[in-house]
């Protein structure tokens, strides 16, 4: 089946600029993530949606990056006015509850954020 | 708080040979240790999980990981290398969603 799509795979914005970023997760999959990948850093968490609960949004590096949840479904993350330090990978993972827990994140192919 | 420690930027290794990445963890309560796999370009592949059970987990392409609660370690290991196992490749423990990630370990398999 589908895994996770992400989109654009690349974008290139001016300092300054708002930028959207989206997360298809898997059909089914209550659960999604978005990550942030920095080069030469390991994975760090930003927010966490899990079906109609609060997002859990205690990774997000600043008050200008925000990520909504539309129907479940369909994510998206917008960062404001950006800086070169929000250069990275940003990487969407969805997971199921069904079957025992803990539940192993799928991950999408992540849009690579350059800003110039 | 939960942390995941991988010692080694960088793992070479030649084609055929055993191979070992690297991971230790800390964590309250019981630790739920992952590995995942990230090619060039491209998504992270989940390996292999442990919950609990066995101390060696097994998962895919031929990869096995060994949870050892004393040295708090959950260390990656394959039998035979192949060049294509050559990778980015995290460790990541949860005691609760979400995961947190190790910084990475390039393994580099020589033919």
């Known amino acids: 089946g589908a895994g996770v799509s992400q989109s654009p795979s690349n974008k290139v914005t001016e300092k300054g600029k708002d930028v959207e970023l989206r997360c298809d997760p898997i059909?089914?999959?209550?659960?999604l993530y978005w990550y942030r990948q920095s080069l030469g850093q390991g994975l760090e968490f930003l927010i966490y949606?899990?079906?109609?609960?609060?997002?859990?949004k205690s990774g997000l590096p600043s008050d200008r990056f925000s990520a909504e949840r539309t129907g479940g479904s369909v994510s998206t993350l917008t960062i404001q006015r950006t800086q070169q330090e929000d250069s990275a990978v940003y990487l969407c993972a969805s997971s199921s509850k069904r079957g025992t827990g803990p539940y192993e994140q799928y991950f999408g192919p992540g849009t690579r954020l350059t800003v110039t | 708080a939960q942390s995941v420690a991988q010692p080694e930027d960088q793992v070479n290794v030649a084609e055929g040979n055993p191979l070992t990445v690297k991971c230790t963890y800390s964590?309250?309560?019981?630790?739920?240790l992952f590995w995942y796999v990230q090619y060039p370009n491209r998504g992270l592949q989940f390996l292999l999980k442990y919950i609990t059970g066995d101390n060696l987990v097994k998962g895919s392409y031929g990869f096995e990981a060994e949870f050892n609660k004393s040295q708090t370690s959950f260390h990656l290991k394959k039998p035979s290398a192949l060049v294509s196992d050559s990778a980015l490749y995290f460790c990541?423990?949860?005691?609760?969603?979400?995961?947190?990630f190790g910084k990475g370990t390039r393994l580099s398999v020589i033919a």
């Open positions: 949606f899990q079906g109609n609960s609060a997002p859990d």
């Open positions: 990541a423990v949860s005691g609760n969603t979400p995961l947190v």
């Open positions: 964590v309250s309560g019981n630790p739920y």
């Open positions: 059909s089914g999959h209550t659960a």
